[in-house]
C-alpha cells in the first residue's frame, strides 16, 4: 500500500460541532502531517508528528487538537470551528521527519463550517 | 529565513512547446529542492527532487545555486501536463528540527 487515505472525503460542520478527521499510511512512515489548503494557495503546514511525538505545532488555534494513536494513524479534532477554518485539509507523511523526506500527500478533506 | 518565488500564477503554452515554469528561492545554507504537482481532481504529489537527477514524466530540473533558481523544463508540453506546479525548498531550521516552504504554485495550461 503506497498510499495516504484519508477519510471523510467531504465534512460539513456547524460551528458548535465536534468532528475528527482521520488519515492512514501503511508505508512504514514515520513522520506524519496536517496541512491546510485554502483554494489556489500552497498548502500551510499544521502539526508535525515524529515517531508518534508531536514535534511541531504551528501557532495552529486549540480548536484544532491532533492525535496520533500510532505510527500508522493520524487524527485531527475538530470543534467550535469558524466558517474562515473552511479549506482542503491535507495529511501527508514521509520515511522520516527530515529535511531530504519527501512528502507523499492524501485527497484531503474538504471542510466546509457553516 | 527561506523563501520560493514563482512568478508565474498562470502559464498557457501550446502542445509541443517548450515548457519551464521558473522557480527562485532564498536560503543561507544548502537546500533540498522538490517540485511536487497537482492534478486536477488528484493529489498532490512530488514530481522531482533536484538531489535524485532524474527526468519524470518528461520534465527536468536543475538546481543553479548562483541565480539561486530550481527552474523546471520540458521540451514538449503535453495535455496531460496541465496541472498546478509547486516549487518547495527544505531546508533545517535548528535545534533538529527543518522547514518546508512552498511557493505560491503556477497553473499549467496546456493548449491543444
Known amino acids: 500500500d503506497t498510499e495516504v487515505t484519508q477519510t471523510p472525503k467531504h465534512l460539513v460542520m456547524g460551528m458548535t460541532n465536534k468532528k475528527s478527521l482521520k488519515c492512514e499510511q501503511h508505508m512504514g512512515h514515520r513522520a506524519m502531517y496536517w496541512y491546510k489548503q485554502k483554494a489556489k494557495k500552497p498548502p500551510e503546514l499544521m502539526f508535525v508528528?515524529?515517531?508518534?511525538?508531536?514535534?511541531i505545532n504551528e501557532s495552529v488555534p486549540s480548536r484544532f487538537s491532533p492525535e496520533c494513536p500510532n505510527s500508522s494513524l493520524l487524527n485531527l479534532h475538530l470543534h467550535a470551528l469558524q466558517p474562515e477554518d473552511s479549506a482542503l485539509y491535507l495529511c501527508?507523511?514521509?520515511?522520516?521527519?527530515?529535511?531530504?523526506?519527501?512528502?507523499?500527500f492524501g485527497n484531503g478533506t474538504r471542510l466546509t463550517v457553516t | 529565513a527561506q523563501r520560493v518565488t514563482q512568478p508565474e500564477k498562470l502559464l498557457s503554452v501550446f502542445k509541443g512547446a517548450p515548457v519551464e515554469l521558473k522557480c527562485n528561492y532564498s536560503?543561507?545554507?544548502?537546500?533540498?529542492l522538490f517540485w511536487y504537482v497537482q492534478y486536477s481532481r488528484q493529489r498532490l504529489q512530488l514530481l522531482l527532487r533536484?538531489?535524485s537527477r532524474e527526468s519524470i514524466k518528461g520534465f527536468t530540473a536543475d538546481l543553479n545555486k548562483g541565480e539561486t533558481s530550481f527552474h523546471l523544463k520540458k521540451p514538449f508540453a503535453q495535455e496531460e501536463d496541465s496541472a498546478m506546479y509547486y516549487c518547495a525548498l527544505s531546508g533545517p531550521s535548528g535545534a533538529g528540527s527543518y522547514q518546508l516552504t512552498f511557493g505560491k504554485g503556477t497553473k499549467l495550461s496546456v493548449i491543444p
Open positions: 508528528y515524529s515517531y508518534e511525538k508531536l514535534s
Open positions: 533536484h538531489i
Open positions: 501527508a507523511s514521509s520515511s522520516t521527519f527530515g529535511f531530504d523526506s519527501p512528502l507523499h
Open positions: 536560503y543561507s545554507g544548502s537546500p533540498e
